[in-house]
């Protein structure tokens, strides 16, 4: 592990609520720290139950004004808000160094990605078409897409820009009011976007801001009668309860969760061109990702080979803090995912897996854990049915193409899956056969804000991007009329 001098960093912003018009403060609040030296970057106040119910004021408020204002001025205020953000982009990203740790370099990736996805959804908003449907005489049935009203959203803290622009891009856009909770790990990406769509000219009321006891905001906002959406990104366990609590008062959800990356690796494969990218997309993050590449399946004929590449690329990573330009992978968020890893990787070592790199904590400052490549871990392992959320990667054997569908579908988790192989016919097996959301041919990257994004089985319901992008978000409304005879 490097330790370089450190750019120097900006001023870490103001924590605060955003409620309508106003930034409050609060009696109880929530150390921000930094995963990288375990300072305190801030305290971060947490709402009180009287500060939900005027977020949920001030979204209603909101609501009534934005989804009457029309759509070329909402999608002009929205882009604007985007071409500030850009114009921030550095400053925002050296915030999410701060809070998240990943590498400036991967923050500013997200910071221009979160852009594209807001700025996708804005132009969406302009697209919202209905129909007219062909009718008998002296009748017009017609069909409307309106705002579906004010939006529960919670977002995760592995992404603190891009994946609130999921939920801020697609409530705007289709003219939806938003209360959002993000992670109370990572706040500031959050604030200073919330920051540009103030200066960008959005009406009080439609983007609102809270933090605090996440269990206790999510039950006072879903039970709302005004909240009539809820949208999450986070772990499997979550997303369940907070669908069974909308279910009990009929709201519809979108639920994007976790997932266990399976990667199939035929034996048509280039070993280096693939080892290099499965490295390189592992250690974004750190691994922690829900789409994160974990578990790898490789066909028997480049089993040893792959192995020893991955390795080899694995051990060449450079950690350290992510302002360190040498760094090429940061720390973990926070002690409890450095905690998890290790049970997890030990548990692999004493279930018989082999530990070709990595295995152990690195220093005792910062959360810093190396990227861990275990092979021919046996299924008593719990790495190979539990989700671990951090820089381990999974090697085993396959014999068959059909061994290794079995094995990436063996799982409740159906997210993102990779596969590399030229053989067309293998590609139109895999396409029909792998259960996955997303399925990725020969590269590493399953998202972009062209293309729907989700998962099936316990990784989640509804899309987030693409053409579908606004599809929750609003309610599909037919108007039938009969017109009086001349």
């Known amino acids: 592990m490097r330790n370089l001098m450190k750019h120097k960093m900006p001023n870490y912003p103001v924590l605060a609520l955003h409620i309508g018009a106003q930034r409050r403060q609060a009696a109880t609040t929530i150390p921000v720290i930094n995963p990288a030296d375990e300072t305190v970057l801030g305290e971060l106040p947490c709402a009180s139950d009287g500060d939900i119910d005027d977020a949920i004021a001030a979204a209603e408020a909101g609501l009534q ?76 049935h017609m069909v409307y897409r309106q705002p579906i009203g004010v939006v529960a959203g919670f977002s995760p803290w592995n992404f603190p820009f891009s994946s609130p622009a999921r939920k801020v891009g697609a409530a705007l856009s289709a003219g939806c009011s938003l209360i959002l909770k993000p992670a109370e790990e990572t706040p500031g990406a959050a604030i200073l976007m919330a920051q540009a769509f103030e200066d960008a000219g959005l009406p009080a009321g439609v983007l609102n801001l809270v933090f605090g006891q996440p269990a206790e905001i999510s039950a006072r906002l879903i039970a709302h009668p005004s909240v009539r959406l809820v949208v999450f990104t986070g772990s499997v366990p979550v997303g369940k309860q907070l669908s069974a609590l909308a279910g009990q008062y009929m709201k519809p959800v979108v639920m994007e969760l976790g997932g266990h990356g399976p990667v199939i690796v035929c034996k048509d494969a280039d070993v280096a061109e693939v080892a290099a990218q499965a490295v390189g997309a592992k250690s974004v993050n750190a691994g922690q990702a829900c789409v994160s590449p974990t578990r790898f399946f490789v066909e028997a004929p480049l089993f040893d080979a792959f192995c020893d590449a991955f390795a080899q690329q694995a051990r060449q990573l450079v950690l350290g803090s992510g302002d360190d330009p040498q760094a090429t992978m940061g720390p973990l968020a926070n002690g409890r995912r450095i905690a998890a890893i290790s049970e997890l990787v030990e548990d692999a070592r004493e279930c018989g897996a082999r530990v070709l790199s990595g295995g152990a904590r690195q220093g005792d400052r910062g959360f810093f854990y190396p990227l861990t490549v275990l092979a021919d871990v046996p299924e008593t392992a719990r790495v190979l049915y539990e989700e671990p959320f951090g820089p381990i990667a999974v090697i085993n054997r396959v014999n068959t193409l059909d061994e290794a569908i079995k094995q990436a579908n063996a799982l409740p988790f159906g997210l993102a899956a990779y596969a590399f192989t030229d053989s067309a016919a293998t590609i139109n097996r895999l396409t029909y056969e ?39 978000y609003t309610v599909t409304k037919t108007v039938s009329q009969r017109f009086r005879p001349a």
């Open 65 to 140: 004004m934005w989804r009457k204002t029309p759509v070329a001025t909402r999608t002009g205020i929205i882009l604007k808000a985007v071409a500030l953000m850009r114009e921030r982009l550095e400053h925002i990203a050296q915030v999410i160094v701060q809070e998240q740790g990943k590498t400036l370099a991967q923050a500013i990736g997200e910071v221009q990605r979160g852009c594209d996805i807001i700025e996708w959804d804005a132009n969406e908003g302009r697209r919202q078409y209905g129909r007219i449907i062909p009718a008998e005489a002296q009748m017009q």
């Open 434 to 472: 792998v259960e996955s959301g997303t399925l990725v041919i020969n590269h590493f990257a399953p998202s972009f804000p062209d293309t729907p994004f989700g998962g099936v089985k316990d990784s989640g319901y509804g899309r987030e991007g693409g053409a579908e992008s606004l599809d929750a």
